[in-house]
């Protein structure tokens, strides 16, 4: 299901270290799963994409685990960035249907 | 190659009042999605289209909104007699035809209604 909130949890990293943003989803059917980058005042932006079929992927210091046993997502940031700052969205959608429910975020803030 | 266009950036209307919300997508892109988000909250779909053909429309609401993606031209995004909770920003997103599912975002347009 979809989560509402009024104030996003927010992870705060230092520069340098990993991060790690986690997402839970509720619909057992669904088999695709996007990771988006939203700053402020923006569009979200495309970061890494995995299929149910996959466990695990991997891009430009960023990783994406999923868990379907228990409907869990998580992505990973080498070395964050302070340009890495930013609200992260978890989205996903199901075979048959081509929109996306997106989960409520997690602000991610990089101290220098 | 352009991203997806969006426009107006920002739009004030009055309660009543029409707003009219333009996307253009990606090059090659066929499919058409709009999106609404409320500050602090994740994005909610509203319609998907295709070229003269509106495929899901289940989030949009009932009454005041409608949605087309014409032949020629942009998307348009529809809201008649605007109301106050209609303050959101609206995001358009496109994916090419050839059945990969990444859609990516526009801009958006930020709605305020006064």
Not at chain 1, 34 to 51: A, L, M, N, T, V
Not at chain 1, 74 to 98: H, K, M
Request: one cysteine or more.
């Amino acid at each position: 299901g979809e989560s509402v909130g009024l104030h996003l949890p927010t992870l705060s990293v230092q520069e340098g270290d990993n991060s790690i943003i986690n997402c839970a989803y509720s619909n057992s059917a669904s088999d695709y799963f996007i990771w988006y980058k939203q700053e402020s005042g923006k569009g979200p932006q495309f970061i890494i994409d995995i299929r149910s079929n996959m466990d695990k992927r991997q891009g430009q210091r960023v990783t994406v685990l999923l868990n379907k046993t228990v409907k869990h997502l998580s992505l990973q940031i080498a070395a964050t960035q302070p340009g890495d700052s930013a609200v992260y969205f978890c989205a996903e959608n199901q075979t048959g249907r081509r929109a996306l429910t997106f989960g409520s975020g997690t602000r991610l803030q990089v101290q220098p | 190659n352009a991203g997806v266009m969006q426009n107006p950036r920002h739009l004030v209307r009055r309660r009543g009042q029409e707003a009219r919300l333009r996307c253009s997508p990606m090059k090659g892109h066929s499919h058409v999605y709009w999106y609404r988000q409320l500050p602090e909250e994740g994005l909610k779909f509203m319609v998907y289209l295709q070229k003269e053909n509106i495929i899901d429309e289940s989030g949009m609401p009932k009454e005041r909104f409608s949605a087309e993606f014409p032949k020629e031209g942009p998307s348009i995004l529809r809201i008649q007699q605007v109301v106050r909770g209609d303050s959101a920003a609206y995001f358009c997103a496109s994916s090419p035809p050839d059945g990969k599912e990444t859609q990516y975002f526009g801009p958006g347009t930020r709605l305020l209604v006064l």
